[in-house]
């Protein structure tokens, strides 16, 4: 059935490191892959997204790489602050329309001062 | 740009109350909205799509005479949980988007809603 696997589920790095979250996603015919930043007891938050005609997309710190063969997609962050912790969830959209979105179980980013 | 109004954004009340929620795209058409619900440290699970002027669309296991939606304009959805039960307890959260060109549009979310039933 249709599900997007997100990896990992909690991730710890040093300020100032580099972050990377993946995910894979099972319909083929998904095209539309956005990432989303949810802090705690807060809305979650578009940070980035990218369509299938894309391999890869670029915001300041943030950036995003698609295969589309292998179905997966990643979430980079570059130099990340205190202010990056959250939980971070991928999604891709779904096959059978209305636009809809497929969630990846989020993960929680943590950057260690 | 994009902005959604979630109202309440908490709600306490007794067992056996309807709650309506509401959801609002502030500057932008609204042709779809999503209704979301998330447990705590969890995903967003998908309850229902609603396009406007049209009968919502529930995922499987929601139960649609427990949780109406109407969509009553391309700015404006409402979620009334009837009949509420402690079980019904939850963070309850609205996206909406301009979606409807054919190709995804980004999702804009609420604040989301805390209800809590005693």
């Known amino acids: 059935g249709e599900n997007v696997e997100q990896h990992p589920s909690t991730l710890s790095v040093q300020e100032g490191d580099s972050a990377v979250i993946k995910c894979t996603y099972s319909d083929s015919a998904s095209n539309y892959f956005p990432w989303y930043k949810q802090e705690l007891g807060k809305r979650p938050q578009l940070i980035i997204d990218?369509?299938?005609n894309v391999g890869e997309k670029k915001d300041q710190r943030i950036a995003v790489t698609l295969n589309k063969t292998a179905k997966h997609f990643s979430l980079h962050i570059t130099e990340t602050q205190p202010e990056d912790s959250a939980v971070y969830f991928c999604?891709?959209?779904?096959?059978?329309?209305?636009?809809?979105?497929?969630w990846g179980a989020g993960t929680k980013l943590i950057i260690k001062p | 740009g994009a902005v959604v109004s979630q109202h309440p954004s908490w709600v306490i009340c007794k067992s056996g109350t309807s709650v309506k929620i509401e959801c609002r795209s502030l500057?932008?058409?609204?042709?779809?909205m999503f209704w979301y619900r998330q447990f705590p440290k969890q995903s967003l699970m998908l309850m229902a799509t609603s396009n406007e002027g049209s009968k919502a669309t529930y995922e499987q296991g929601v139960e649609k005479d427990k949780f109406l939606i109407n969509h009553a304009s391309l700015t404006l959805s409402t979620l009334t949980v009837t009949s509420a039960h402690p079980e019904d307890s939850s963070f309850y959260i609205c996206?909406?988007?301009?979606?409807?060109?054919?190709?995804?549009?980004?999702?804009?979310f609420g604040d989301g809603t805390r209800l809590s039933i005693l």
């Open positions: 990218i369509r299938s």
């Open positions: 996206s909406a988007s301009a979606g409807g060109t054919g190709i995804n549009q980004p999702q804009h």
């Open positions: 999604a891709a959209s779904r096959q059978r329309g209305n636009y809809q979105l497929i």
């Open positions: 500057d932008f058409q609204a042709t779809t």
